[in-house]
């Protein structure tokens, strides 16, 4: 039976924990104790002013994980093109990469889960016993909690440091949240999801390319064929924000010059950005078109789209022990 006590470990000296249900805690063996009250395992200090994450954590902590009138987060509402015809699209992004986790298991790990905002992403975790959500923020976890209930576990914690012990989870998603770390943090985060992963396991990372070429070609594009757009900007909910979540997105050369311990492959989660859809995409016929002509070609060339549009799928797989590799030997070093 998969259980949250299996799974986490002592975030600072990386031993297992002991699970007092009586008592709402994790007690590691030197003593040091993290809580667990409402289901959820706390495994991060208050912010502070030097944290790392601190306005990221500051924006989802104090609203950005509310919801309004219409059941819509703040996050949605701010960051994603809700009109009917850009949210189908999005949609259908999300659902073609479900694929990957077909094989199921016994746990997703679902990393920056936020609430699982959209209900495609919900469904990935159908065949796995337990989605694992881990988040920074509480709120984001009580609203994970709202809708898995008993299906769930769920951790504060930070993806630098995962609570959580090595080769114990079956598959692993990401999306939009590696960067927004600081830039300098964010590898130790790819190499984390790798870690806890069992061998033979995969984790699915979308990540964000700092200048893509494909997002400017595509405008251009939509432009002839779609003519210049008077579209509503959403500046009025941008100029309400107290605070944002950072922003750090690094070059795809930046990603190819790290050594990882991991074979990966690029497929595409959505090549061009909410800003793209908000300024260049009508909500009738004419942009379902187009946008459906993008999916066709998202579609045909996962791998290109990867490479030269905005947000990729990065693929990263864990190998097994028996299969002699580069990337075998260097799972043995980071043990
Ligand atoms: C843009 S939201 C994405 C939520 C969800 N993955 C989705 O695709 O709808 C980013 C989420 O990642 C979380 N997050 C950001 N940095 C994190 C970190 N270092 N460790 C854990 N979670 C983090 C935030 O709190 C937020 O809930």
Not at 293 to 316: D, E, N, S
């Amino acid at each position: 039976m998969a259980d949250i006590a299996d799974i986490v470990r002592c975030p600072s000296s990386h031993k297992a924990l002991t699970l007092d249900r009586n008592a709402g805690k994790f007690v590691a063996q030197n003593g040091t104790v993290y809580s667990f009250a409402d289901d959820i395992g706390c495994f991060l200090a208050p912010v502070e002013a030097n944290d790392g994450n601190r306005s990221t954590r500051t924006f989802y902590d104090e609203g950005g994980w509310a919801t309004d009138a219409d059941g819509l987060y703040e996050d949605t509402k701010r960051f994603v093109d809700t009109r009917p015809t850009s949210l189908r699209f999005t949609r259908a992004c999300m659902t073609r990469l479900q694929k990957y986790f077909n094989k199921g298991g016994q746990y997703l790990l679902d990393a920056g889960s936020g609430p699982i905002a959209h209900k495609e992403l919900l469904g990935y975790g159908d065949k796995f016993d337990k989605r694992v959500c881990l988040d920074l923020s509480v709120p984001a976890l009580r609203e994970a909690r709202r809708k898995l209930g008993d299906r769930g576990i769920y951790l504060q914690g930070d993806l630098t440091n995962l609570p959580i012990q090595s080769n114990v989870i079956d598959a692993v998603m990401s999306y939009h949240v590696i960067y927004q770390l600081p830039p300098e943090l964010q590898a130790a985060a790819f190499r984390e999801l790798w870690r806890v992963l069992k061998p033979g396991g995969v984790a699915v990372i979308v990540y964000w390319w700092a200048n893509p070429t494909l997002p400017w070609r595509l405008q251009r594009v939509a432009r002839a064929m779609l003519g210049e757009q008077k579209l509503p900007s959403n500046g009025a909910i941008e100029a309400s924000a107290a605070s944002v979540p950072d922003h750090n997105p690094l070059s795809r050369e930046w990603f190819k010059s790290q050594d990882w311990p991991f074979p990966y492959k690029l497929d595409t989660y959505r090549v061009v950005p909410n800003s793209f859809l908000r300024s260049s995409i009508p909500d009738d016929w004419r942009g379902a078109a187009f946008l459906g002509l993008l999916m066709t070609f998202q579609r045909l060339a996962p791998g290109y789209c990867g490479k030269h549009g905005l947000m990729p799928a990065i693929v990263v797989r864990k190998g097994h022990p028996s299969e002699p590799s580069r990337y075998t030997e260097a799972a043995a070093r980071h043990r």
